[in-house]
């Protein structure tokens, strides 16, 4: 059973047998279906937002969201961190976790919570993550929506060059840094359409860095070479039935919408939605609009798994 810290919506725990003990919180009315979120990289479960928890409690689901490990409140793993050489040229350590570690995290607390079938919505690494859940783990798995994410393959979903650029830069040491560092690079990656409000980023960055169990740099760092690690999943994704939903920008500096592209054509039947002047970030502006596109795909689904084109 899970450990738990408080109320609903506050941080429980579930202790899970690999060792791992993974944070998450818990939304809604236990009898709606379950989305389960799951965030990407060097994100913990409060870069969803408030705003986009509440707006799917109010669509009817019940709402998980989890810290995956090396973030937020989830354990931080002891094994040290890669050089950034090992980064730069893609080569994990051999004790390296890979994402399918993080996908058997994720299941673990459905299992702690007794919850039997979800629909998954992942994005970016958190997508990589649940696309592995999809694959591996299908009875588990209503329908899945895959947000600015990609298929490992090396030739789609590459970052720009200047993107690479800002993320070669020092990592942050303080609170202070670790607040400019994500203004930086959010408003490099959020797109064209969607300034970032930065009072809000500022709030969400900082509450991140308070949270954080371990170092957060050497989580985000284990974190890539789990992605590494994992390599070219597109024959993995190839055998994911459930439904799946697949949504972009088109204005993504750090996974190229190409990844998202690639994602649609590896995964049977998949429809994909591009919003358009989107980058790699879900401002208040598209939290409507992202969760209403999450909600009819996972209606339309059903809890019988039957799925329905989006038109």
């Known amino acids: 059973m899970p450990e738990t810290s408080g109320a609903e919506s506050t941080d429980r725990y579930a202790a899970l047998p690999s060792g791992m003990r993974i944070c998450f919180r818990d939304f809604g009315d236990k009898a709606d279906p379950t989305i389960l979120l799951i965030a990407g990289l060097g994100e913990d479960l409060t870069f969803w937002t408030d705003a986009f928890f509440g707006s799917l409690v109010a669509r009817g689901f019940r709402v998980v969201a989890i810290d995956n490990r090396d973030v937020g409140q989830s354990t931080f793993v002891a094994a040290p ?3 950034l050489w090992r980064q730069l040229a ?4 051999s004790d390296a976790y890979a994402l399918a570690d993080m996908a058997q995290d994720a299941v673990g607390v459905l299992d702690c919570l007794g919850i039997s079938r979800v629909h998954l919505v992942g994005r970016s690494m958190g997508g990589m993550i649940a696309q ?3 694959a591996t783990a299908a009875e588990r798995v209503l329908s899945l929506t895959s947000i600015y994410s990609t298929t490992g393959a090396k030739k789609v979903g590459q970052p720009a060059l200047s993107t690479i650029r800002l993320l070669a830069a020092p990592p942050a040491r303080t609170r202070t840094a670790a607040v400019r560092a994500h203004l930086r690079i959010t408003r490099h990656v959020a797109g064209t359409g969607y300034p ?3 009072a809000a980023e500022a ?3 900082a509450g991140g860095w308070d949270r954080s169990a371990g170092g957060p740099a050497a989580g985000v760092a284990r974190q890539v070479q789990a992605i590494q690690r994992s390599g070219d ?4 994704l190839s055998t994911i039935t459930a439904p799946t939903l697949v949504i972009n920008g088109d ?11 690639a994602t649609v054509k590896a995964i049977r039947s998949a429809q994909y939605v591009v919003i358009p002047g989107m980058g790699h970030h879900i401002p208040q502006a598209l939290v409507g609009p992202v969760t209403q ?3 009819q795909h996972a209606d339309r689904v059903g809890e019988g798994g039957n799925h329905v084109r989006i038109s």
């Open 81 to 83: 961190p890669p050089a």
């Open 196 to 198: 970032i409000d930065d």
């Open 203 to 205: 709030a969400i960055a």
């Open 293 to 295: 596109y999450i909600s």
């Open 251 to 261: 204005r993504d500096l750090l996974i190229h919408p190409s990844g998202g592209e």
């Open 90 to 93: 893609g080569r994990p350590r």
């Open 233 to 236: 999943r597109t024959a993995q």
């Open 132 to 134: 592995t859940i999809a």
